[in-house]
């Protein structure tokens, strides 16, 4: 299987289909606050991980009742709720795969094919349980559980193999050693105004707003963007740095994701002013 994943994520046959793909989906989801949404910005977590878990559930708990007698009626009940819900967090994953990296959507790519098989399985057997062929339905759901098992694998391998929508900049602090650094005379620091700096390797971005510092993790936590070399812009009425790459956007005064493709938070770092310069640790 690894050797297989391995040779997926260097398909660039796949692109052609990809590419196409990722075009419908961004010109379909248009709304940026309805991507947002999707990418589960208000909750400054992915929101496709959580919707998966209804689906995958209802079948897995609809395959238990199979193997037991008399449990038709509740296991056909199952398998509805877990067809009906598994379209919603499908579009909510094709969200979040339009904004990957390309050898990330080829894998996402066939984790989607291998799901939509799935899906279909469960579909048929949802019809069958539905006209008193239960044998028939029981035969589908085992054929769709099998399916998603294989898609549910393929998703192991792309979020935690390739780190698709997790958090990218999260390693950094991994990296600084414990106690305080020294950052930048506060007289230095101009207001307003991003700028970069060092902390044993790892790179933050410093704001000044009056007597106000923020230091920030300079990673952007979907693709590891250069936040230094972004712009400051105000949102909802609050200074945010937006990353140079695909756009995600968080506030200086707390790192909130106030705009996707990220989903994540970005890390703010603890500071304080010692003898005019400003110090900042690991959290």
């Known amino acids: 299987m690894r050797e297989i994943l391995t040779k997926i994520e260097q398909a660039s046959r796949l692109d052609r289909v990809g590419d196409r793909l990722q075009r419908v989906v961004l010109g379909t989801l248009r709304p940026r606050k309805l991507r947002d949404l999707l990418h589960g910005v ?68 066939v984790h989607a094919a291998a799901n939509s098989i799935g899906l279909t399985f469960y579909a048929g057997s949802l019809a069958a349980r539905l006209s008193g062929r239960h044998n028939m339905g029981r035969a589908l759901g085992f054929l769709g559980l099998s399916a998603a098992s294989l898609g549910a694998y393929i998703g192991g391998h792309l979020a935690y193999k390739q780190g698709a929508q997790v958090n990218q900049s999260i390693s950094e602090l991994r990296r600084m050693s414990d106690g305080w650094h020294s950052l930048v005379e506060m007289s230095a620091l101009p207001q307003r105004t991003l700028v970069t700096r060092e902390v044993d390797d790892v790179s933050v971005i410093l704001y000044r707003h ?43 005064n707390g790192g909130e994701v106030v705009q996707g493709p990220s989903g994540n938070d970005q890390q703010i770092l603890p500071t304080r002013i010692r003898d005019g310069v400003l110090e900042t640790r690991v959290p």
């Open 210 to 252: 009056g007597d106000e510092v923020t230091v920030m993790l300079e990673r952007c936590p979907h693709q590891s963007g250069p936040l230094g070399e972004g712009e400051v812009q105000e949102i909802d009425g609050h200074a945010c740095v937006v990353c140079p790459w695909h756009g995600s956007a968080f506030r200086l």
């Open 42 to 109: 208000p909750l400054g977590h992915p929101l496709h991980p959580a919707m998966v878990q209804v689906p995958v559930g209802s079948w897995i708990s609809a395959a238990v009742l199979d193997l037991m007698p008399g449990q038709c009626r509740a296991a056909t009940a199952l398998v509805g709720l877990g067809t009906v819900s598994a379209v919603p967090a499908a579009i909510v994953g094709l969200n979040d795969w339009a904004a990957l990296a390309p050898d990330q959507r080829r894998v996402g790519l």
